[in-house]
């Protein structure tokens, strides 16, 4: 069974860097796109980016555009969330998610971790 384990949240000042992390077990890291999504009190669970499998194609939402980088690492079946200057409205739990297929809708993605609280203050 696939497992997914989020870490590197925080509370930080506005404009500040986080970097988040999410280790995959049970599962052959290289089959699955990676995704990030978050979700803030009273709101829907928002797409934030994903990678291809081979991490050659990289998507983001417009609100995350040029402040957030998405990477992967195969050999550690680890991927990550580079998130710079980031805003108050960045606050949100913080979820990884792995499915086969890529997608910005968060109900494809058949594995999920069990999220990160990010706080920025501003």
């Known amino acids: 069974q696939v497992q997914l384990v989020e870490s590197g949240g925080g509370s930080v000042q506005a404009g500040a860097s986080l970097r988040l992390s999410c280790a995959l077990s049970g599962g052959t890291f290289g089959m699955y796109v990676m995704g990030w999504f978050r979700q803030a009190p009273g709101k829907e669970r928002d797409f934030v980016a994903a990678?291809?499998?081979?991490?050659?194609?990289?998507f983001y939402a417009d609100s995350v555009k040029g402040r957030f980088t998405i990477s992967r690492a195969n050999a550690k079946n680890m991927v990550y969330l580079q998130m710079n200057s980031l805003k108050s409205e960045d606050t949100a739990v913080y979820y990884c998610?792995?499915?086969?297929?890529?997608?910005?809708?968060?109900?494809?993605?058949?594995?999920w971790g069990q999220g990160t609280q990010v706080t920025v203050s501003s």
């Open positions: 990678i291809s499998r081979s991490g050659v194609s990289t």
């Open positions: 998610a792995a499915d086969p297929t890529i997608s910005r809708q968060a109900d494809e993605y058949d594995y």
